[in-house]
């Protein structure tokens, strides 16, 4: 069974910070670009930030960068997205993808490109005072 399962989402206060985290189960990740999209009511899926397997670098949305930062964990199968300063804009269902080896800006702005996937189910992240 091949699967990604994000957690770590929950309610949090604006200027708070939540880490999520998105694990991989029946595959490995180790040759495979992930990014973190996110969705909110009434809005289009957006790609959040995305790490590349073979050199690890890394590219966010301009509204999170300075924010957010997303890092990989081979040997865990795992990878995060850090969430420090967390806006209302923040609010949103968040997801992880998977697609080859690499990442880059341009991909990471089309999330529903045919490349991405298999994808998690989502974790929630509210932010609200």
């Known amino acids: 069974q091949v699967q990604l399962v994000e957690s770590g989402g929950g309610l949090v206060q604006p200027g708070g910070s939540l880490r999520l985290s998105c694990t991989a189960s029946g595959f490995t990740l180790d040759v495979y670009a992930i990014g973190w999209f996110r969705q909110a009511p009434g809005k289009e899926r957006e790609g959040v930030s995305c790490?590349?397997?073979?050199?690890?670098?890394?590219y966010e949305l301009d509204s999170v960068k300075g924010r957010f930062t997303i890092s990989r964990d081979n040997a865990k199968n795992t990878v995060y997205l850090q969430m420090n300063s967390l806006r209302f804009e923040d609010t949103a269902v968040y997801y992880c993808a998977v697609r080859p080896y690499v990442c880059y800006q341009k991909v990471l702005s089309r999330a529903n490109d045919p490349s991405w996937g298999p994808w998690g189910q989502g974790t929630q992240v509210t932010v609200s005072s």
């Open positions: 790490i590349s397997s073979s050199d690890s670098s890394t």
